[in-house]
């Protein structure tokens, strides 16, 4: 079982909700219950989100860090490229539009692809409209 912090920004629900999204999957807990690492992840034109995955529990910090094992950079439209197969990893990382420091971490670069990508993927294929919501719908009467 993995613990997954709840978010406090608009960044971070969505990842959460990504990260959340195979929470039950048995190779999706392998990946990221023994897992310690430090990834930040830039949406532009957002802020950076880093994303520590400290063995199963993971949590998320509103800031840019130098110590991060990976920096991944990319637009939200390359993000739904890559999620609805218009593009892939490699098309992405030669045009420029995935940019990737310390992108000598092969490894590390590999299991997060499996961890958030794919999961991306998996989303964008499901029928399910509802990825982003996280807190209750409340009715409001309008006087």
Do not use: C
Not at 21 to 30: F, I
Not at 55 to 60: H, L, M, Q, S
Not at 107 to 128: C, E, G, H, S
């Amino acid at each position: 079982m993995i613990s997954i912090q709840q978010p406090k920004d608009l960044i971070a629900i969505a990842v959460h909700n990504i990260l959340s999204y195979r929470a039950n999957d048995p190779t999706y807990l392998s990946l990221v219950t023994r897992w310690k690492r430090k990834i930040i992840i830039i949406l532009e034109p957002f802020y950076p989100l880093a994303i520590i995955f400290d063995n199963g529990a993971i949590t998320f910090q509103k800031k840019e860090d130098t110590g991060a094992d990976l920096i991944i950079r990319l637009s939200i439209e390359t993000m739904l490229d890559l999620a609805f197969g218009r593009m892939n990893l490699l098309k992405a990382l030669v045009s420029r539009k995935l940019k990737i420091k310390k992108l000598y971490k092969i490894p590390t670069l590999i299991r997060f692809y499996r961890v958030f990508f794919q999961t991306v993927k998996m989303m964008a294929v499901d029928p399910n409209t509802d990825h982003f919501t996280i807190f209750e719908s409340r009715k409001v009467e309008v006087v």
